[in-house]
């Protein structure tokens, strides 16, 4: 038996490299919630919560004083059963990335009892994955030049941040795709734009010869019918991001057709919601990707592994360990470049 007997909380601030900038939002550190579940047989399990008030109204000083209502749900249950201890966790769906920093610290648990990576628990579909960069918001020149050097760098992928000037952001993406010949874009917008707004941001840009891969939350998260039009009047794929946080959200996004593409992100519905989303998408032949919040090392590592495990991702975008400074690196994982394997 490997009884759950204690679940601790610890508070990890970490400051970015540079401030992180996207549509109504700067920030110069990001305060996470390392987990730890220890089990009667000493084992550790380790997790990590990444809040985002914006996404999920969430607040980390609130979140942190749910330590012990966590504990006094899961404890004597047994890690091996993983799925038991997912649905109890589920009744926190108030708090989507407690969910997910839990569940995964759980996994972990089972993991290392069984000597066993994550990722094969959740299929082992995949040995490596690539991930993209991303482009904070910035001047024209500032934003040219960083995506210069993540080109530079190897990455093939590079995500541009866009939202809060429709013509310079026009001008933007147009200068880093002359400058970045062969890499591929996707765009996020944050919620910035109008659905008119949107449409235009893409036609302009369609016409000037700029490829786009994916254009991701181009209008407001409650705005389902802005999303659809937006889909249906661009020349370029159209992905859900703050629309798409529970498995709820992504069945209305599929009833309604309002996309093309679902951003996944394990702090915006935990790992339950998480994998009753890639089957929803994969059965309505849609289209995935996987993103993250401002986590470390430690919480790349979950993405990581589920992205590793399912398979289902089209694109990755985990990156955001590249712009914190952490002490330690602590994924298990091993990343060349943009190429991403399990140690």
């Known amino acids: 038996m490997s009884k759950i007997v204690d679940v601790k909380f610890e508070l990890k601030t970490y400051k970015y490299y540079k401030p992180f900038h ?34 999920n109204g969430e607040k980390v000083e609130g979140l942190y ?27 926190f769906f108030a708090t989507p990335s407690v969910k997910a920093g839990v569940q995964y610290a759980v996994l972990d648990a089972f993991s290392e009892e069984i000597n066993t990576p994550v990722y094969y628990l959740l299929g082992g579909m995949k040995r490596e994955i690539e991930t993209d960069k991303t482009v904070g918001i910035d001047t024209i020149e500032n934003m040219v030049k960083e995506a210069k050097e993540i080109f530079s760098e190897g990455f093939k992928n590079i995500k541009i ?82 629309s798409a946080k529970s498995k709820y959200d992504v069945y209305r996004l599929i009833r309604e057709e309002a996309v093309d593409f679902v951003n996944i992100k394990l702090m915006k519905s935990g790992l339950s919601d998480a994998l009753a989303i890639v089957e929803m998408v994969k059965t309505a032949n849609l289209k995935l990707m996987i993103g993250c919040m401002g986590e470390s090392s430690l ?20 990156d955001s360990h590249l712009m914190l400074k952490e002490n330690k690196f602590r994924g298990k994982f091993k990343q060349n470049g943009s190429k991403i394997t399990i140690l």
């Open 65 to 91: 004083k749910l330590e012990a209502a966590i504990k006094e749900s899961i404890v004597n249950m047994d890690v091996k059963e993983y799925r038991r201890i997912f649905d109890v966790l589920d009744k």
């Open 22 to 55: 996207i549509t109504g939002s700067v920030s110069d550190s990001s305060t996470n919630i390392e987990v730890v579940v220890i089990t009667d047989i000493g084992i550790k399990g380790y997790g990590e919560i990444s809040p985002s008030f914006r996404v």
């Open 161 to 242: 941040k866009v939202g809060e000037d429709l013509r310079k952001d026009i001008e933007t993406v147009e200068e880093i795709a002359r400058n970045t010949k062969g890499a591929k874009y996707i765009v996020d917008a944050n919620m910035g734009y109008t659905p008119k707004q949107a449409v235009e941001f893409v036609r302009v840009l369609y016409k000037k010869g700029v490829d786009i891969s994916v254009f991701e939350q181009p209008v407001v998260a409650s705005d389902i019918d802005g999303l659809k039009y937006v889909r249906f009047n661009s020349p370029y794929p159209v992905a859900a991001d703050e």
């Open 299 to 318: 919480g790349i590592n979950q993405s990581v592994n589920f992205a590793l495990g399912t398979g289902a991702f089209v694109f990755h975008d985990l």
